[in-house]
Each structure stands twice: as C-alpha cells, then as structure tokens.
C-alpha cells in the first residue's frame, strides 16, 4: 500500500503561482511513477502530468505544457507540481496519483494509488 497526500493548494489570481506536493508513505517510492490529474466542477478528471520513477522522463498534458512543471525527489518520497501562469480554468481539484509501471502514464486505469486531492482556485 502507498498511502498519498497531496498539500499546497489554495486561492491565487490569474498569472499566479502555486505549487502542489504529494508527500508518499508506505512501499518504496521510487518504484512507482506518479501522476497528477485534476477534475474540474461537472468534468470528468483529466491527465495534467506524470513522471517516471527515476524522474528522468515527464510527460504533459498539452493544456499545461510551457507552465507547469513536475518533479520529484526520491529521498524526501515527494513528488511536486510547480504551476505558473495560472489561469481560471486550471480551477480543479489535483489529485497525485502512484503506478507500478516505471515510465508514467497519461491513462487514470494505470494508476494503482490516489490521494485525497487538494482544491486549486484561480480567480480572474
């Protein structure tokens, strides 16, 4: 079991910054690449980023790409979504997410673990 806790979120204006952490317990970190979706009031929840277990390999959605940034640090069991240019409809409940599969995923039925999520508000 990984157990996952997502800390950070909050309310900022447009063209703010944030960044999301997502603190793992339990089975090896380092075994697992992790993901962060959002889900938006009335949408389905949607793929932002994800990293592979050594952190050498990221992948983004194309909504976010150029403004936020993933990352993740081994020692600390800590994976990190910095967000920039924020904008009202980045406004979504994150969730970080864990797989045992070691390059990451886009796809949510690839994750085997999930946080409780943390709520980002972006007001214009």
């Known amino acids: 079991q990984v157990q996952l806790v997502e800390s950070g979120g909050g309310l900022v204006q447009a063209g703010g910054s944030l960044r999301l952490s997502c603190a793992a317990s339990g089975r090896t970190f380092s075994r697992y690449s992790m993901g962060w979706f959002r889900q938006a009031p009335g949408r389905e929840r949607e793929f932002v980023a994800t990293i592979s277990m050594s952190g050498s390999s990221t992948y983004y959605a194309a909504s976010v790409k150029g403004r936020f940034t993933i990352s993740r640090d081994n020692v600390k069991n800590t994976v990190y979504l910095q967000m920039n240019s924020l904008k009202p409809e980045d406004t979504a409940v994150y969730y970080c997410?864990?797989?045992?599969?070691?390059?990451?995923?886009?796809?949510?039925?690839?994750?085997?673990?999930w946080g409780q999520g943390t709520q980002v508000t972006v007001s214009s």
């Open positions: 997410a864990a797989a045992e599969y070691p390059y990451g995923s886009s796809k949510q039925d690839e994750y085997d673990y």
